[in-house]
């Protein structure tokens, strides 16, 4: 019984904390992207007029 529970109580909150992490990253660098082809197109526009 006492293993069900430590189940239940550590090994979902690290799940859910490395769920957490991994779409924290994910969104970071879907971030740094769309940021990053912001400026490019910008600077083309600038230069190309």
């Given at each position: 019984m006492n293993?069900?529970?430590n189940y239940f109580d550590g090994e979902?909150?690290?799940r859910i904390r490395?769920?957490?992490y991994k779409a924290e990253a994910y969104a970071f660098r879907v971030l740094l992207v769309i940021l990053?082809?912001?400026?490019?197109?910008k600077f083309f526009c600038f230069t190309f007029q």
């Open positions: 293993k069900i529970k979902k909150d690290e490395q769920g957490a990053g082809i912001g400026i490019a197109i």
